[in-house]
């Protein structure tokens, strides 16, 4: 099947996999036993170094997240002008999820996955899973409880009170941590198990929804309804999402190619804010050609996603794919209203991203 974003029958199976935490945990736990009898000592790839010679990384293997649409207008933008080139890699092979990226990299697939702090909190808390979080594309996590203006009308936490909310099997936990944070107790709140398809918001089936601001929330929305939203971000439960995550080996054996990577990929965004129109002609007429992904839709979430997601007050001032220390621990403190015990060094290593500032400050004025 494949998930085009057209209109009538409102379906988004966005989160069948990607959010199957327990399923992708399974996985990396086989993986994670393999590993463990690989050796360390693997051949670093060629860099610069003292010779002063261009760097040759040869290829690199990123995992995307999900279908190479509106959401990855960096990558493509990266790949399109030459940046991944330009840093060293004589190829990049962007391999379409859904997927956490997790198993891939565990098993030496990919050498990047983009990923979450969820899907990534899951796997280093529950596996020990050998991996950290160098950077993210997005400053605050997508979730929304959607509902229409003329219906539900989800404006505020409180006003959940008494609403049935559609919510999906493998983002219960996520709800009941939304809950959580602000207060309201379960059985304040009537679940309804819903799959990934919005129309049994329209229908009246439910008063709200869990769903993406930078998909449901602009398909239903293209359908003619009114909407309102209830960011995750805004209520109590913020991290990080689309997270450049790399296994501790990696860090440890390959920092100038990760340093590299980084390098063009905050060229790539930068291009893609700049000029979001053309990126998202990449994602409708080449990356995603064969997906026929509609224009209109492409450009509003891009729209979303560029203004409300990607830039910040943090990223102004330290660059793209910052994580504060401030943003670590707001992580860090939602994914324990998950059940998810961890802290701030499991999950993150912004010494590369640091490294990549001080070395090219240039990178900095991604707005100039």
């Given amino acids: ?27 990396v736990a086989a993986l994670l036993s393999l590993s463990a009898c690989s050796s360390d000592s693997d051949d670093a790839p060629a860099d610069a170094g003292a010779s002063g010679e261009a760097a040759d990384f040869g290829e690199i293997g990123v995992q995307l997240s999900w279908i190479k649409n509106s959401e990855f207008l960096g990558e493509f933008m990266a790949d399109s002008n030459g940046y991944y080139t330009d840093a060293g890699f004589s190829a990049v092979n962007l391999v379409a999820g859904p997927s956490t990226g997790v198993a891939e990299l565990v098993s030496d697939s990919a050498k990047v996955a983009l990923s979450d702090a969820i899907s990534v909190g899951t796997a280093v808390a529950n596996e020990d899973a050998p991996v950290k979080i160098i950077g ?8 929304t409880i959607l509902s229409l203006k003329d219906g539900g009308n989800i404006a505020t936490p409180q006003d959940l009170v008494g609403k ?29 198990p819903v799959q990934y398809d919005a129309s049994v918001l329209t229908s009246g089936e439910v008063d709200g929804y869990v769903a993406y601001l930078t998909n449901e929330s602009i398909i239903v929305q293209a359908d003619g309804f009114e909407v309102t939203n209830l960011p995750f971000a805004d209520n109590g439960l913020p991290f990080v999402a689309e997270t450049f995550t ?25 291009d893609a804010l700049k000029d ?18 509609d224009k209109t839709t492409e450009a509003a979430s891009a729209d979303a996603q560029n203004t ?8 102004a001032a330290n660059g793209l794919f910052t994580i504060t220390d401030s943003l670590q621990e707001e992580t860090v403190a ?31 004025a991604y707005a100039g």
């Fill in 334 to 364: 939602s994914l324990s209203k998950a059940g998810l015990d961890v802290t701030t060094d499991d999950l993150f290593d912004l010494s590369l991203l640091a490294e990549v500032y001080q070395e090219n400050p240039d990178l900095l």
């Fill in 164 to 192: 049935k909310i559609g919510v999906q099997d493998s983002n219960t936990s996520l709800f009941n941590a939304l809950l959580a944070a602000n207060g309201i107790s379960p059985d304040e709140v009537t679940v309804v």
């Fill in 136 to 143: 993210s594309t997005y400053q605050k996590n997508p979730f």
């Fill in 276 to 293: 979001t129109g053309a990126a998202v002609d990449l994602a409708v007429g080449t990356y995603g050609a064969d997906l026929g992904l």
């Fill in 1 to 27: 099947m494949s998930p085009s974003p057209s209109k009538g029958r409102i379906t988004h199976p966005r989160f069948t996999h990607r959010r199957r935490t327990a399923v992708a945990v399974a996985a």
């Fill in 308 to 315: 409300q997601l990607v830039v910040s007050d943090d990223t």
């Fill in 246 to 270: 790399v296994t501790d080996q990696s860090i440890a054996n390959d920092r100038e190619l990760l340093k590299a990577f980084l390098v063009a990929e905050i060229r790539g965004w930068t």
